[in-house]
């Protein structure tokens, strides 16, 4: 037995090598010195709710506009009934003032015949109380007229107007303007500046040589 030959004893079993632990170390802190990416879900959770937030915005301006326009509507329907009450409180009396320009005839008639029937001298006292009653009644029933609006048109030298008056005849217009009214056979009224009656008339024409 050689005792002095060197003995090389190879790796016993069960034996591992040691690795460097700082190498190891440096190399975990380097792989986890980035940031973590950011999550694709979150991206588009926030677009979706962008999205949402312009369709709403759109959605309430659209209703604004509608409300804006429903109430200028409602606006004018009420402007329109308001003054559709108003012209029927105004003429919602025109037929019962048709029928009183009829009596205001009949009156105005009678005191004209009743004042022409006799000279003043010579008139009875009874007649001359009518008269007198009669003219009383004329000038009430005119007032009450203008009280309600109702005004009598006696268009006597104005120009013809086919609203407010109805020819009768024609009448040579003999030093006046064609056109011109020249008789009155029957007054008109106006009950506020609307003609409920027109008057008749006789117009001037020019006279054919």
Not at 112 to 128: I, V
């Amino acid at each position: 037995m050689n005792y002095g030959a060197e003995v090389v004893y190879g790796p016993r079993r069960g034996w591992t090598p040691a690795f460097n632990t700082a190498a190891q170390s440096s190399a975990g802190e380097d792989c986890g010195s980035s940031d973590p990416p950011v999550e694709p879900d979150h991206l588009l959770a926030e677009e979706a709710l962008e999205h949402k937030a312009r369709r709403l915005q759109k959605e309430v301006r659209d209703l604004t506009e509608r409300y804006q326009k429903a109430l200028a509507d409602s606006e004018h329907v009420r402007r329109r009934t308001q003054k559709f009450v108003e012209d029927a409180k105004i003429f919602g009396i025109q037929s019962f003032c048709k029928d009183l320009v009829e009596i205001a005839d009949i009156l105005e008639n009678a005191t004209k015949h009743s004042s022409g029937e006799a000279e003043p001298g010579e008139q009875k006292p009874t007649f001359k109380k009518v008269f007198e009653g009669l003219s009383l009644l004329q000038a009430k029933l005119q007032s009450v007229f203008a009280k309600h609006g109702l005004e009598k048109m006696t268009p006597l030298g104005d120009k013809y107007d086919p609203y407010d008056h109805e020819i009768v005849c024609h009448i040579p217009a003999d030093g006046v303007q064609p056109g011109t009214v020249t008789l009155v056979t029957q007054d008109g009224y106006k009950l506020h500046g609307r003609t409920i009656r027109p008057a008749q008339v006789g117009v001037a024409v020019e006279t054919q040589e």
